[in-house]
C-alpha cells in the first residue's frame, strides 16, 4: 500500500475520516475478522463520538493496544481503560470485539509475557502479528507508543 499524508482542518474531520477507514478496512478485512491496534491519548475521544455510526459487525473485530501502561483500567493512563469507558459500550452489538489487554495485576515482566502469549495466539503461525489496521497517535513531545524522544532506554 502506498503512503499516503492526509491533513485535515478539524479534529471532527480527522474523527469522521478515522471512522470510515476503520469502517472500509474491516468491511474488507479477509478471513472474517478484523485485527485493529489502538494507541491511546486523543484518539481515543476521536473513535468514541465518531466510530459508532459507522461501525458493522464488531463482533468480527479483535482489538489490542499498542501503547498501554501496566497501571489499572480505571487509572487515567490505562489506554485498555479509556477505551472501555468510552468507546467500546458505544459499538454496535452484542457481540462486541475481542479485546487483548495486558494483566495490570502481573508484575511488568509477567503482563508482557502474558499478552505475548495472547497475541500469539491471536495470531497463530505469525512470528510478528499483522494487523489489519494500526492507528498510532503522536504526542505533543513527539512520542508515540509510549516510546518518548531522548528516553535512555531509547538509547
Not at 477507514?21 to 489502538?38: D, K, P, Q, T, Y
Not at 459487525?57 to 493512563?77: I, Y
Not at 487483548?100 to 515482566?109: E, I, Q
Given at each position: 500500500?502506498?503512503?499516503?499524508v ?15 477507514l ?57 489506554t ?60 505533543p ?15
Amino acid at each position: 500500500m502506498a503512503a499516503r499524508v492526509s491533513v485535515f482542518p478539524s479534529p471532527q474531520e480527522l474523527g469522521r475520516a478515522l471512522a470510515e477507514l476503520v469502517a472500509e478496512r474491516a468491511a474488507a478485512a479477509a478471513g472474517g475478522r478484523f485485527s485493529l491496534g489502538l494507541s491511546g491519548g486523543s484518539l481515543v475521544g476521536l473513535l468514541a463520538r465518531h466510530l459508532p455510526a459507522a461501525a458493522a459487525e464488531p463482533g468480527r473485530w479483535l482489538v489490542a493496544f499498542c501503547d498501554e501502561r501496566l497501571v489499572p483500567p480505571e487509572h487515567p493512563e490505562s489506554t485498555a481503560g479509556a477505551y472501555q469507558a468510552q468507546l467500546l459500550p458505544l459499538l454496535p452489538g452484542p457481540p462486541g470485539p475481542r479485546v487483548l489487554a495486558p494483566d495490570t495485576a502481573l508484575s511488568p515482566g509477567a503482563a508482557a509475557e502474558e499478552y505475548a502469549r495472547q497475541l500469539r495466539q491471536a495470531f497463530p503461525g505469525e512470528e510478528v502479528p499483522v494487523f489489519d489496521l494500526l492507528l498510532l497517535g503522536l504526542g505533543p513531545d513527539g512520542h508515540t507508543c509510549s516510546l518518548f524522544p531522548d528516553h535512555p532506554l531509547l538509547q
